[in-house]
T-cell receptor
Framework: NAGVMQNPRHLVRRRGQEARLRCSPMKGHSHVYWYRQLPEEGLKFMVY????????ESGMPKERFSAEFPKEGPSILRIQQVVRGDSAAYFCASSPLGDRANTEAFFGQGTRLTVV | DAKTTQPPSMDCAEGRAANLPCNHS???????VYWYRQIHSQGPQYIIHGLKNNETNEMASLIITEDRKSSTLILPHATLRDTAVYYCIVSDYNNNDMRFGAGTRLTVKP
């Protein structure tokens, strides 16, 4: 059973371009979380999604950022018109359906976005 | 905002037990206590979780006080590879609240 897969592992974008980060959850997992980690800082919650639904996006910046988790395919975190301050590591985690409070989440290895 | 408070850093001698405290005084009855760690810049790794009772697995032990307002993660024989940032999280039934605080940076020294 493959773990949470994130790609690309490293992404370089020029200011003003779009960044698309993908997260394939573990098989059988239908809950996905996205986090951002700035250098030397902790993980900041961004958004929590279930298949085709955004459950909690209270950590998402109001502009330029969006996330989806379609019925088929990976979850996508999309950043439009990137700025230098978007440079960070973006981590995705997944957990299975069911008694979610009693189940750990599994993290991917992250995508490191660099805006030049 | 995270519902937990942890010391920013701790040191531990290699081979000794590392005891990492966490305060969660506002925890509610249906919230679990989770521990994760992040080694360097890798993705966080699950360690252990519990509700009321103490828990033990191959990595660590989790001691939760009777009033559930605090807990301690114990690494029984710390190694240099246990050097990491350790995060204590409380998560509600819907697991909507996977919010990380600043964590404790544990340094295991030879």
């Amino acid at each position: 059973n493959a773990g949470v897969m994130q790609n690309p592992r490293h992404l370089v974008r020029r200011r003003g371009q779009e960044a698309r980060l993908r997260c394939s959850p573990m098989k059988g997992h239908s809950h996905v979380y996205w986090y951002r980690q700035l250098p030397e800082e902790g993980l900041k919650f961004m958004v929590y999604l279930q298949k085709e639904n955004i459950i909690d996006e209270s950590g998402m910046p109001k502009e330029r950022f969006s996330a989806e988790f379609p019925k088929e395919g990976p979850s996508i975190l999309r950043i439009q018109q990137v700025v230098r301050g978007d440079s960070a590591a973006y981590f995705c985690a997944s957990s299975p359906l069911g008694d979610r409070a009693n189940t750990e989440a599994f993290f991917g290895q992250g995508t490191r976005l660099t805006v030049v | 905002d995270a519902k937990t408070t942890q010391p920013p850093s701790m040191d531990c001698a290699e081979g000794r037990a590392a005891n990492l405290p966490c305060n969660h005084s506002t925890i509610s009855g249906n919230e679990y206590v989770y521990w994760y760690r992040q080694i360097h810049s890798q993705g966080p790794q699950y360690i252990i979780h519990g509700l009321k009772n103490n828990e033990t697995n191959e990595m660590a032990s989790l001691i939760i006080t009777e009033d559930r307002k605090s807990s301690t993660l114990i690494l029984p024989h710390a190694t240099l590879r246990d050097t990491a940032v350790y995060y204590c999280i409380v998560s509600d039934y819907n697991n909507n609240d996977m919010r990380f605080g600043a964590g404790t940076r544990l340094t295991v020294k030879p």
